[in-house]
């Protein structure tokens, strides 16, 4: 009779462990595709993230309708209608991504000294290697110094190979309007 009942105490253990194990891999599964806890996560770098969807896993992930804020001066930093990124196991612990693409970001930099002597083009120093980054269908807007701005619109931008400390090959295509002192000069 004990050793019926010592049998069922380690089913009974042995299934409940298994649901706690199910149970972690549906939150964690519910983690990563949860816009609140991208935000969450983001709001610990210094950014405000919304997405409309998001699926990651450790080796891919997709991102839709993105939008990213910094917090310290609610300054709009980055929208995107999709980002889809994909890497390999050796590339995500050297740092790199195989491949990340962008559709649709909506971009806006200022030229020039910043009060901390920075322009905004330095977080590009802070860009992880990649085989492959794609910037499909991209409006960017660049303040000059002298009340001037530079407009890119449907801007294509591919770069093989990228580094942030050497560059990469680059193939890039846009529509683009210069206004400077009130005139706008528009070219494809």
């Not at 706690?20 to 610990?44: D, Q, R, T």
Request: aromatic content about 6%; proline content about 3%.
């Amino acid at each position: 009779m004990r050793q019926k009942t010592l049998r069922k105490a380690v089913l009974v253990g042995l299934l409940g462990l298994l649901l706690c194990f199910v149970l972690g891999l549906g939150g964690l599964y519910a983690a990563l595709h949860s816009p609140y806890l991208l935000n969450k996560l983001a709001h610990a770098f210094g950014y405000e993230v919304a997405a409309r969807t998001v699926s990651l896993s450790p080796f891919s992930g997709s991102i839709s309708d993105l939008t990213v804020r910094s917090l310290g001066d609610d300054r709009l930093v980055l929208t995107a209608a999709s980002v889809t990124a994909k890497s390999s196991l050796e590339m995500v612990l050297r740092g790199e991504v195989d491949s990340l693409v962008l559709r649709g970001p909506k971009l806006t930099f200022r030229m020039g000294k910043s009060q901390t002597g920075a322009t905004d083009l330095s977080m590009l120093r802070n860009l992880p290697n990649a085989r492959l980054l794609d910037i499909q269908d991209a409006e960017v807007l660049v303040s000059l110094p002298d009340d001037g701005q530079v407009r890119l619109t449907n801007a294509s931008l591919t770069i093989r190979n990228f580094s942030s400390a050497k560059g990469g090959d680059v193939a890039f295509r846009s529509a683009f309007a210069v206004t400077a002192s009130g005139n706008t000069v528009t070219a494809q």
